[in-house]
């Protein structure tokens, strides 16, 4: 089995969406950051406005739009820490 990534999004108020994911896609203030399984620890500012994009297993993929917060990888995953966070769905891309 692939080795997959635990992904948590958290709002102020919320845990917005939590899983396994192949990868992790955000934009930060130093530019779009790509995290798969085993990426080096890092902690990132996210750009505002900001998208985050989680890559599911059988290529499925959730997106939200952000506003303020970080990106965390550690050893134990991915971590977004958003003021707010609003699903983006899939017509508007």
Known sequence: MAQQLHVELVAVEEK????EADMVVA????GELGVLPGHAPLLGQLAEPGEVRIK????????YEVAGGFLSVSAE????LAES??????QSR
Request: no cysteine; charged share 10%.
């Open 16 to 19: 917005v969406w939590s899983g």
């Open 27 to 30: 934009r930060t203030t130093e």
């Open 56 to 63: 599911l297993a059988g290529g499925e993929q959730v997106a």
């Open 77 to 80: 995953g991915v971590t977004v």
């Open 85 to 90: 966070a609003t699903p983006v769905s899939a």
